[in-house]
């Protein structure tokens, strides 16, 4: 949104004149909206199980990093259990993705349910060897429809996937409904991930 209304502004910017956003663009600052949900239980979860494009991606994106690193470090751990001991089983994106699924179906309770133990668990896990995957960005975003006040962006990447295993997401920029993954592996892994990522890809 900030990206959005930032871009909104610079296009319409015009000099001695007051900038006036979109009503979709004004920021809200109600931190009523956000209620903290310790204790409360979610009666029932939905029946819908369908996985989003983001988590089907997500899982498989990371079952490759995971075996690409795997292959070429010897770790058998990744973070927050998405990834299993035996990813490299012909499942391991399905369970990868159940796992993904489940996770995000807690932010029905809301979004900072169990956040205050979340970091001091990560640190743990990063203490004991395993290997953390994150994700920034998403291809709901639009990013290739901001414009500056230059025109459409002809390539987006996130800076900060160089920062241990991350992954930068985005939503394609010529195909309708298509996923821009961004990595910045080393050399050698990254060559594993190409191999493996397409293999996996091929329908015989």
């Given at each position: 949104?900030?990206i959005?209304?930032?871009?909104?502004?610079?296009?319409?910017?015009?000099?001695?004149?007051?900038?006036?956003?979109?009503?979709?663009?004004?920021p809200?600052?109600?931190?009523?909206?956000?209620?903290?949900?310790?204790?409360?239980?979610?009666?029932?979860?939905?029946?819908?199980?369908?996985?989003?494009?983001?988590?089907t991606?997500?899982?498989?994106?990371?079952?490759?990093?995971?075996?690409?690193?795997?292959?070429?470090?010897?770790?058998?751990?990744?973070a927050?259990?998405?990834?299993?001991?035996?990813?490299?089983?012909?499942?391991?994106?399905?369970?990868?993705?159940?796992?993904?699924?489940?996770?995000?179906?807690?932010?029905?309770?809301?979004?900072?349910?169990?956040?205050?133990?979340?970091?001091?668990?990560?640190?743990?896990?990063?203490?004991?060897?395993?290997?953390?995957?994150?994700?920034?960005?998403?291809?709901?975003?639009?990013?290739?429809?901001?414009?500056?006040g230059?025109?459409?962006?002809?390539?987006?990447?996130i800076?900060?996937?160089?920062?241990?295993?991350?992954?930068?997401?985005?939503?394609?920029?010529?195909?309708?409904?298509?996923?821009?993954?961004?990595?910045?592996?080393?050399?050698?892994?990254?060559?594993l991930?190409h191999?493996?990522f397409?293999?996996?890809?091929?329908?015989?």
């Amino acid at each position: 949104m900030f990206i959005k209304a930032w871009a909104y502004a610079c296009k319409s910017y015009e000099e001695e004149s007051p900038i006036s956003l979109m009503r979709e663009l004004e920021p809200l600052f109600d931190r009523d909206l956000i209620k903290d949900p310790t204790g409360l239980k979610l009666k029932t979860y939905p029946s819908d199980t369908t996985l989003s494009t983001f988590v089907t991606c997500c899982a498989y994106v990371s079952v490759c990093i995971a075996k690409a690193t795997d292959e070429a470090q010897n770790a058998e751990k990744f973070a927050l259990a998405f990834i299993p001991e035996d990813f490299k089983k012909e499942d391991g994106v399905v369970v990868v993705a159940k796992r993904i699924w489940s996770k995000t179906k807690m932010l029905d309770k809301g979004a900072i349910e169990g956040i205050e133990a979340v970091f001091p668990m990560f640190i743990a896990m990063l203490r004991e060897g395993v290997k953390g995957i994150s994700v920034a960005g998403s291809n709901r975003f639009g990013v290739y429809e901001t414009d500056f006040g230059w025109g459409r962006p002809a390539k987006v990447d996130i800076t900060s996937v160089d920062r241990g295993l991350n992954i930068g997401w985005a939503e394609s920029k010529d195909e309708k409904g298509g996923v821009e993954v961004g990595l910045a592996l080393n050399k050698h892994v990254m060559h594993l991930f190409h191999g493996i990522f397409y293999e996996g890809l091929r329908i015989d």
